[in-house]
Nanobody, 122 residues
Framework: QVQLVESGGGLVQPGGSLRLSCAASVNHEIIIAMSWVRQAPGKQRELVATIGSGTVADYADSAKGRFTISMDHAKKTIYLQMNGLKPEDTAVYLC????????????????WGQGTQVTVAS
């Protein structure tokens, strides 16, 4: 089973930057894609950014132009560089991975991290 550990959240002023990290521990799994999803109080979860096994990335409209997702394939780690942060970006940011198991490649599996809090306030 893949395990995900996020880090990098915190308190930042509007206009500031943060970089989130999510490290995946894998043994007999193949990562297909990883994503950042955020959950703000009273709101539905929002898919912020996704990156596949290559370098192609996709972003929510709210993140385009401000956030950049990247992946270090060797470290099985994704990053979310967030610039120009706004108060509405305040949320718990969760890492998500879709993966296959080598011995059972016909199925995909999902795993979620515990989340890291990002608070944007002056």
């Amino acid at each position: 089973q893949v395990q995900l550990v996020e880090s990098g959240g915190g308190l930042v002023q509007p206009g500031g930057s943060l970089r989130l990290s999510c490290a995946a521990s894998v043994n007999h799994e193949i990562i297909i894609a990883m994503s950042w999803v955020r959950q703000a109080p009273g709101k539905q979860r929002e898919l912020v950014a996704t990156i596949g096994s290559g370098t192609v990335a996709d972003y929510a409209d709210s993140a385009k132009g401000r956030f950049t997702i990247s992946m270090d394939h060797a470290k099985k780690t994704i990053y979310l560089q967030m610039n120009g942060l706004k108060p509405e970006d305040t949320a718990v940011y969760l890492c998500y991975a879709k993966y296959r198991i080598y011995s059972d490649p016909g199925y995909t599996h999902d795993e979620w991290g515990q989340g890291t809090q990002v608070t944007v306030a002056s």
